[in-house]
């Protein structure tokens, strides 16, 4: 890994980015498994303070062992923010049970709401508006909610390969939040190309919703393990980005990094500083570690020393 790393670091050098890539990535967030964050020891030896954490929470997860996750990064001194899937929610007295024991057992007062993953729900909740909508996160403290977004699409929502429903309801989840005092920002699928994201981002803004967007990005891992979890999450016209660059084998056995969607990103933020997306959010696909090292490296200014010592 830090062969990589250092080659990353003297292409840096040799071609300055376009855009301010350090700049984008500051304030980086990062996801990770409850079965995953047992590997750590520290969270504290890998990433930099303030970092948010998201905990996912995939469809069969213990409760007990979410919480337990987010008590224990919390106590490092990361902001956490666990998943709520609607459709893996029980019932409304689950979903009150769960935000109190988030707020009570590890001090936490953010939360990502989704649909979820799976095809059919348990309960009576089949997407996060309906989460949304029991009042139960603002009683409960919550005083900040990040949503989905699909800047590939997302067939579930607009069978019709369109984004009009998508839009509907950011608009309904923003108007919620204001009404509600919760700070909000959309939180989007990985990418590995940065002109859907980008005209996305701009229909975004032509379709009134003015919500900051955390654009997913795919940390440094093998390219076959990339392509796999792309598939599996239903990544959609980028995913060529991946497949071209299998099928030279030359660069088949290097590991990827995303350098390039970032450099493109910044590049484009920069030429139109309205633009929403603001932040940055890691999916670790290769680990944490490799991603807290990739994030700590392209982080820095050009000539500059490390973002965290």
């Known amino acids: 890994m830090a062969t990589i790393l250092n080659l990353f670091d003297r292409r840096r050098r040799d071609r300055a980015p376009a855009g301010d890539m350090a700049a984008l990535l500051q304030g980086w967030s990062i996801e990770v498994l409850p079965r995953t964050a047992a590997k750590i020891e520290r969270f504290a030896d890998l990433l930099p303070e303030g970092c948010r954490v998201y905990v996912a929470h995939v469809d069969g997860t213990p409760i007990d062992a979410m919480v337990e996750t987010a008590k224990r990064i919390a106590a490092e001194g990361f902001p956490v923010m666990p998943h709520v899937p609607a459709r893996s929610v029980p019932s409304r007295a689950a979903l009150a049970e769960w935000l109190g024991r988030y707020r009570d057992e590890a001090g936490v007062d953010q939360a990502l709401a989704i649909a979820g993953g799976r095809p059919e729900p348990v309960g009576a909740f089949s997407d996060s508006m309906q989460l ?7 009683a409960s403290g919550f005083r900040r909610i990040h949503v989905a977004g699909h800047p590939e699409g997302a067939r579930q929502i607009d069978p019709d390969g369109g984004d009009a429903a998508a839009m509907a ?5 923003q108007d919620w939040a204001e009404a509600a005092g919760v700070e909000m920002a959309v939180a989007t699928q990985f990418c590995f190309e940065a002109a859907p994201v980008v005209d996305w981002a701009r229909r975004l803004r032509a379709a009134g919703v003015r919500l900051p967007v955390h654009i997913g990005v795919a940390g440094p891992a093998r390219l076959q393990t990339l392509i796999k979890y792309a598939m599996l999450c239903g990544v959609g016209p980028s995913l060529k980005v991946l497949q ?28 139109d ?34 973002a965290r010592a």
């Not at 450099?263 to 933020?269: I, Y």
């Open 273 to 306: 500083p309205a633009l929403q997306i603001e932040r940055v959010h890691f999916f670790p696909l290769g680990g944490v570690p490799q991603t807290a090292e990739f994030c700590d490296a392209a982080g820095r200014p050009v000539g500059g020393v490390a």
């Open 132 to 138: 949304l909508d029991t009042g139960l996160f603002e």
């Open 169 to 173: 309801a950011l608009r309904w989840k």
């Open 244 to 271: 071209k660059r299998a099928a030279d084998i030359s660069r088949l056995m290097l590991p990827f990094t995303p350098e390039e969607v970032l450099r493109d990103l910044a590049a484009e933020k920069a030429r």
